[in-house]
């Protein structure tokens, strides 16, 4: 049997992304950022005016960010260890949702980091690309670790045997997001690594998941 597999997110899972986002669209462009509820899209407002970014306008920022600031990222607390210990007993990649070309960024990101994963991208839902990684990897048992409900959801419905942990490490965003474990969609939710890495490790040797 394959050894098992570890497939986890990168942003506000491995690193901290939305921090580090607020601090250049401050710093940057005098934009402030202050989420309140799970509206990304309304979080942003000019400074001195207090007139709202358009919405059209958030998704060019957030490629931009990408494209020339992903060295302001840091880890998540423990992650960098976890990550480690975590491959002593299985592979792990990372499934990131970038575009494609920043994949190799993404790696480099990571590895600059201490944390040196195959890092697979994706657009969209996330059940689909864990399938077909799935299909290259055929692991006797997989986990499945994201911040976000939506991508749960996607992988139970398409691959429901994949033990799946919702992690949102990121303390300015986590009171806000939808919990897949509340929904059914997700097996746990942990938000620090510190009681996520225990949960995996019992998780890899234990009886599989329904």
């Not at 990222?73 to 299985?90: D, K, N, R, T, Y």
């Not at 970038?98 to 960024?105: A, F, G, I, S, V």
Request: glycine share 6%; charged share 25%.
């Amino acid at each position: 049997m394959s050894r098992p597999l570890i497939v986890t997110d990168c942003d506000e899972v491995l690193l901290h992304m939305i921090a580090p986002f607020r601090d250049w669209l401050g710093e940057v462009h005098d934009i402030d950022f202050e989420l309140a509820g799970n509206e990304f899209h309304k979080a942003m407002t000019r400074r001195g005016s207090g007139e709202r970014v358009e919405a059209a306008r958030v998704w060019p920022l957030l490629n931009l960010f990408f494209d020339s600031e992903m060295h302001r990222q840091h880890p998540i607390a423990g992650s960098v260890a976890a990550m480690a210990a975590l491959a002593e007993h299985a592979d792990v990649v990372v499934l990131t949702n970038l575009e494609d070309h920043r994949q190799e960024n993404r790696t480099r990101q990571l590895a600059d980091h201490g944390i040196n994963l195959r890092v697979f991208t994706n657009q969209g839902p996330k059940g689909p690309a864990l399938k077909a990684i799935l299909d290259e990897f055929r692991p006797g048992r997989a986990i499945f670790i994201d911040d976000l409900a939506q991508h749960h959801d996607s992988v139970a419905e398409l691959t429901p045997h994949v033990a799946r942990l919702h992690l949102c490490g990121e303390p300015m965003i986590a009171p806000h997001i939808a919990c897949a474990h509340k929904a059914g969609h997700a097996h746990a939710r942990i938000d620090d690594w510190a009681g996520a890495l225990p949960w995996l490790l019992e998780t890899l040797y234990s009886a599989p998941h329904d």
